[in-house]
């Protein structure tokens, strides 16, 4: 089977930087044969081989799952670059400014040709660092660009004093532990940085963030100071009406007779079963009893991490995730993880977008020690609830 | 007289390669020319009886020619692909008449229809980019656009016995008017119908969706029928000519549907295991029972589905079978391959 062709999405506000950072790409000597997929008010000043353009056409895949959304432009564009003889050796899609990067990121998990001949290598967002709090409130999607990341640049600090800059990437970083946050002026960056990430290390990014892990630990022991109890039961109102109703027959259900951790030979990703009553879907409105962590300076975006040395049980730990990922996935922008799980002699490493991940567990563990990372990027994350759940995977 | 079976078997009367995947081909009215678009970009005419290219443009359009249509007296043939620009040739000259230019998007679709207008009989053109549709003259020269369409569209094709055609998209199909632009009916569907087929009586519409579905309308009441369980998404059917069958991919597997009243909800389909892999085309004999389907893994099978629950003919041809179509007469049959190769194979 050939190698899986790697994805670069690029996203950043408008006026971030991004159109300079996919003119320097393209024009830097790295040999690779790169397809770019433009949002059609892309603006690429150079003449490449290939650069198509595209609307982006935002779709549920079902009825009115709101997290379920796909690019449709996307599906039709890499499948019939997916037909040629003729291979690309990377793909670089440029979003709007104003796009949600979920859509994007998910087609990739939802489509099985683009899952099975795409990787995502990484999410790169741009953002401007003198302008981005003058959006950073009216526009979610700066937040969400900012969740999704696998890098960031913080651009034009050429025009920002130090000290509101050192001030800038703490707080973006409390969103988003994962990413790697590098400082350019006018999108100056080393092409390695940006593309061929080739997947992640979560153990390597973490190594540089120890507080990270050691603080969301002990929250177990419940020192977590606001507690926000909101489970989501009680009346929300939500301007779109979208009941799973009896007939929503979800081509997509998580189906499986294999006994299972999501690891190895499970091809299935979608642990959504659309029985429940509701979804909150990203633009859910969940009135004012669930807005109280906007009041605190930050965020209702953030990272939540865990860590633990304990053998993990398969099926008790899949079991969760789709549970959980049932019910908030709207809510997990993101979630990474490599876990010790008994019984494997290899490492089972995930990622997921919303309510999609994948799973597999190809390395094994060799020398190094067995132990659980897990990150979650999301909105209103409920730091104990997670440690719970964890903690109740754990191996007999 | 058409094929009852594979007691003969099919020589190969013509290989030709082109310059990358075939995007897209057609069979000339006559059955005796083949029209084929390669994502390379190229467009060539392929002469049956002398085996040479009688037309040969390298680079027809920019990154790929993916739709071609021949117009209904073979004199023409009109060219789409992925530079958003459609042209019409003449064959006799082997120049390009006229170019239609859509702003931006690739050329998909293409259909070229004669109907009668007034006393005389006029031919249009249909073509889609994007959201986009238009009509246009034998020349190339647009008629009338129609509106804007809510969703990028996944496929065009006639509706039988009317001078109306369909598109399928997200939010399901809908049907327009081909001398003006008018919307005739729609027929909904929350999921995106990426191909759809009308029964040659014009009686049933079926739909693949993405999401691994099937969705079956009687074209007159509205109707639907909805048939989930596809193992992934379901990019093309077949109908039977006289409708009894709906012929689907799922996966590799082939699954037929009885369509005989009352329809085909809550039947099981009879469902045959042949291909090693996902069978990307499949096309039903235009009078007879035979129906043809290309893999993934480069194999072909002939098919008589309802009779036989087994090939009763094969060809090994080792490339990703993209296009199939037979010849007008049902007498023999073309494949087009990911590796550029087109090959032609005849009773004969």
């Known amino acids: 089977m050939s190698q899986k062709i790697p994805v670069t999405v690029l996203t950043g506000f408008l006026g971030s930087g991004k159109t300079t950072l996919l003119n320097r790409i393209l024009t830097e000597k790295h040999g690779k044969r790169i397809a770019v997929i433009e949002n059609e008010f892309g603006e690429i000043g150079i003449d490449h081989q290939l650069v198509i353009q ?8 079902n009825n009115g799952c709101l997290c379920c959304t796909v690019r449709g432009d996307l599906i039709r564009i890499l499948g019939n670059l997916l037909k040629r003889r003729d291979r690309f050796d990377h793909i670089l899609i440029e979003t709007t400014g104003l796009a949600d990067p979920g859509p994007v990121t998910q087609t990739f998990f939802m489509d099985e040709d683009l899952k099975d001949n795409f990787s995502l290598d990484g999410v790169v967002t741009v953002v401007d660092a003198k302008h981005i709090l003058l959006h950073w409130e009216e526009a979610p999607e700066v937040k969400e660009q900012v969740a999704f990341a696998d890098v960031i640049l913080l651009n034009k600090t050429d025009l920002v004093p130090a000290k509101e800059l050192e001030a800038l990437e703490k707080r973006i970083r409390t969103m988003n532990r994962l990413a790697k946050v590098y400082r350019t002026e006018r999108s100056k960056i080393e092409m390695d940085k940006v593309m061929g990430l080739g997947g992640f290390d979560l153990e390597r990014i973490l190594e540089h963030e120890p507080d990270f892990l050691k603080a969301a630990s002990k929250t177990l022991g419940g020192t977590e100071t606001h507690d926000h109890d909101h489970s989501h039961d009680h009346a929300h109102e939500c301007d779109k009406d979208h009941v799973h109703g009896p007939e929503c027959d979800h081509g997509h259900t998580h189906e499986c007779d294999k006994d299972h951790v999501h690891g190895p030979d499970c091809d299935h990703d979608h642990a959504h079963e659309c029985d429940k009553e509701h979804v909150h879907g990203p633009d859910c409105d969940h009135g004012d009893d669930h807005d109280h962590e906007d009041h605190h300076h930050d965020e209702s975006v953030k990272s939540v991490g865990i860590q633990s040395l304990n053998e993990m ?5 899949s079991a969760w995730i789709s549970e959980l990922l049932r019910e908030k996935g ?25 309510m999609t991940f994948e799973a597999n567990s190809e390395v094994p563990w060799g020398e190094q020690k067995r132990q659980n990372t897990l990150v979650f990027i999301g909105r209103n994350l409920d730091r104990e609830a997670l440690n719970i759940g964890f903690k109740s995977c754990y191996a007999e | 007289m058409s094929l009852t079976g594979l007691e003969s078997p099919l020589h190969e009367v013509l290989k030709f390669t082109a310059g990358d995947s075939i995007g897209a081909m057609a069979w000339s009215p006559e059955g005796e020319r083949l029209a084929v678009g390669s994502l390379s970009g190229e467009l060539i005419v392929l002469e049956v009886s002398t085996q040479k290219s009688i037309l040969s443009i390298p680079e027809a359009h920019f990154l790929g020619t993916q739709a071609l249509a021949w117009s209904p007296d073979g004199k023409r043939l009109a060219s789409g692909g992925c530079d958003g620009a459609v042209r019409v040739w003449d064959l006799s000259t082997g120049s390009s008449l006229n170019e239609y230019r859509f702003k931006g998007g690739w050329v998909s679709h293409l259909l070229w229809g004669e109907f009668e207008k007034g006393t005389q009989k006029k ?22 656009s129609y509106p804007d369409h809510p969703f990028g569209i996944e496929d065009l094709t006639w509706r039988p016995k009317s001078a109306q055609f369909s598109v399928s998209s997200h ?42 579905s099937v969705h079956i309308w009687i074209a007159k009441s509205g109707a639907d029928f909805h048939m989930g369980g596809y193992m992934r998404k379901v990019e093309r059917l077949a109908w039977h000519p006289e409708g009894r069958w709906l012929a689907t991919p799922n996966g590799g597997n082939l699954a037929i549907w009885d369509c005989s009243p ?63 179509a037979w010849r007008p007469d049902d007498q023999a049959f073309a494949v087009g391959m990911k590796s550029g190769e087109i090959r032609i194979f005849d009773r004969g």
């Open chain 1, 330 to 354: 709207a809510d997990i922008f993101r979630m990474k993880g490599v876990l010790n799980v008994k019984g494997s002699p290899n490492r089972v490493v995930f990622q997921g977008v919303h």
């Open chain 1, 54 to 61: 595209s609307d982006e056409e935002i779709f549920e895949m």
């Open chain 2, 171 to 212: 939010g399901g199909i809908s049907v327009w008017s081909v001398m003006k632009s008018k919307l005739e009916r729609t027929y909904e569907w929350k999921n995106p119908a990426i191909f759809h087929r009308w029964s040659l009586d014009g009686q049933w519409i079926a739909a693949g969706g993405q999401d691994g």
């Open chain 2, 262 to 324: 009352p329809g085909p909800e809550g039947r099981v389909p009879e469902e045959y295991a042949w291909h090693e892999k996902n069978i990307l085309s499949l096309a039903y004999q235009h009078r007879g029972d035979l129906l043809a389907t290309g893999g993934e893994e480069g194999n072909v099978a002939f098919w008589l589905p309802g009779k036989r629950d087994f090939p009763v003919g094969k060809l090994a041809l080792q490339s990703a079978v993209l296009q199939m």
């Open chain 2, 123 to 144: 031919g249009y053109l249909i073509a889609v980019a994007g959201k986009k549709i238009v009509c246009l003259d034998d020349e190339g020269v647009l008629l009338h």
């Open chain 1, 313 to 317: 049980d398969g099926q008790k730990l």
